[in-house]
């Protein structure tokens, strides 16, 4: 298969692949009306396809997705991208692992980010996800690189793929932008979780040590994993 050819194929896997991922955002009640954006890195290119803006999630298609450069200009597609592409493209600018993007305004997690407060590492879920407390990022507008250095300044400290944006919302970070959605989702679960605990009582934290095996296991044995 030509360069060309093979990449197109790319991008046509990668477009129904970021399309059906935003079907999870629905399922899973994290996002409503036209909120939230996933965007997936093109291997081996410096482009990346994402959600286009403002359209309706009954609408996204692999059709109406876009691909932008890794500085947000357009490169293929009809409908303008994603208002959070800056913020997915300086992530992948800057942080080569990262294989995909996701942003909601779930409720919970937007509450603890709208609180200006960390989520604790108080349950072994948070311990296997996130390695720890859930960071909070600082506040940024929209439209420039504010957001995306914000994600990448917090994040470069924590084992977290998720990060609270001050008055914002949780950005999530994955190898793939499944990856990206699975932290989006329980984000989300542990928000809610850990505000419930709080209206009981006071929630102990786990020791680091806890915390390290947890997020040892469940990185690298958990599921299918493990040593066949
Ligand atoms: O949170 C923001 C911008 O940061 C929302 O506008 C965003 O969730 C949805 O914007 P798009 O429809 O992706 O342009």
């Known amino acids: 298969m030509s360069l060309a050819a093979e990449v197109t194929e790319t991008f046509e896997q990668l477009r129904e692949t970021v399309a059906a991922l935003h079907g999870e955002l629905t399922r899973y009640e994290l996002v409503i009306w036209t909120a939230g954006n996933i965007s997936a890195r093109v291997p081996g290119q410096d482009l990346m396809v994402i959600k286009p803006s403002g359209v309706a999630y009954d609408d996204l298609s692999?059709?109406?997705?876009?691909?932008?450069?890794?500085?947000?200009n357009l490169v293929q597609g009809e409908l303008a991208p994603s208002s959070d592409t800056a913020a997915h493209a300086y992530v992948y600018r800057h942080m080569p692992e990262v294989g995909g993007v996701v942003h909601t305004h779930s409720t919970y997690a937007t509450a603890w980010a709208a609180r200006g407060e960390p989520i604790p590492c108080v349950l072994t879920m948070i311990a296997d996800e996130f390695g720890g407390e859930i960071?909070?990022?600082?506040?940024?507008?929209?439209g420039d690189d504010s957001i995306g250095r914000g994600i990448v300044e917090t994040l470069k400290w924590s084992r977290s793929p998720?990060?609270?944006?001050?008055?914002?919302g949780p950005f999530t970070i994955g190898r793939t932008a499944r990856d990206a959605?699975?932290?989006a989702v329980m984000v989300e679960d542990v928000a809610r979780t850990v505000h419930k605990s709080y209206q009981l009582g006071t929630p102990e934290p786990l020791s680091e040590q806890d915390?390290?095996?947890?997020?040892?296991?469940y990185q690298n044995v958990y599921g299918q994993q493990g040593e066949k």
């Open 62 to 72: 692999a059709a109406t997705m876009v691909v932008t450069d890794l500085h947000g």
């Open 135 to 142: 960071p909070v990022g600082p506040f940024a507008l929209i």
């Open 162 to 168: 998720a990060v609270l944006m001050r008055n914002h």
């Open 181 to 183: 959605v699975k932290a």
């Open 211 to 217: 915390v390290d095996r947890l997020y040892a296991r």
